[in-house]
């Protein structure tokens, strides 16, 4: 069974993934086509489940939207005593370790997961457990808010494999990790 863990994310020029408010309105100052998704039901429809921060999940339940997820969501947190009575069954509380994490993840069949968040990317990323990662850069400088990387241990080389205008606005680059 293939293990991989990936990213598939968007941030400002200056690789933030939130404003100074936590907010996200910025990624709507783009519009997008209907219809047009920037490769990411492609990208869903090749990984098992998804593992995000507890701040993420919380973000996400905020909007004023159905679940968006159609595969199982697993949540990092120590803080979180329960999933809300409303998501259980789609998203699935887990903790300790990031090797325990994963173990208990793997056991389930899920192995090609999707790693979102900023705080569990950079936790995954000290750890080298980052295979490959889709950014989008948004045109926009928003001078505050978190980053997508902070400080890491050693350099982590990665591989351009893939990169794409969107509406003469939006840069999609894919890299993959390259290891040895
Ligand atoms: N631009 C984009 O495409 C994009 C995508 C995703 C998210 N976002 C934005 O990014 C912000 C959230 O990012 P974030 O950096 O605040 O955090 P996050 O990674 O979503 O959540 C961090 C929380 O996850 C929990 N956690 C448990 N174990 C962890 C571990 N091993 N590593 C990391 N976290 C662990 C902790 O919760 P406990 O305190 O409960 O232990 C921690 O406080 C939101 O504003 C969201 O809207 C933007």
Redesign the pocket.
């Known amino acids: 069974m293939q293990k991989k863990n990936s990213v598939y ?3 400002s020029l200056d690789g933030r ?2 404003d100074r408010n ?3 309105a910025w ?1 709507d100052a783009i519009p997008i086509p209907e219809g047009e998704d920037m490769g990411y039901y492609a990208f869903t429809n090749e990984i098992d489940a998804l593992v ?6 919380e ?1 996400v339940l905020g909007f004023d939207v159905e679940w968006p997820y159609q595969k199982p969501v697993y949540v ?5 005593k329960e999933i809300p009575e409303s998501h259980q069954g789609k998203a699935f509380l887990v ?1 300790g370790t ?1 090797t325990e ?1 994963l173990e208990q993840i793997h056991s389930q069949g899920h192995t090609r997961l999707y790693i ?8 995954f990323l000290k750890e080298d457990l980052i295979d490959e990662m889709i950014i989008t850069t948004f045109p926009i400088v928003l001078g505050g808010g ?1 980053s997508l990387f902070g400080e890491f241990p050693k350099e982590l080389q990665f591989e351009l494999v893939e990169s794409k205008v969107f509406f003469g606005q939006l840069v999609q680059n894919h890299f993959v990790r390259k290891r040895g």
């Open positions: 994310i968007a941030t993934i939130a936590d907010g996200i990624l995000m921060g507890r701040n993420t999940f973000t990092l947190s120590n803080q979180l903790n990031l994490v979102d968040g900023g705080s569990t990317i950079q936790s978190p």
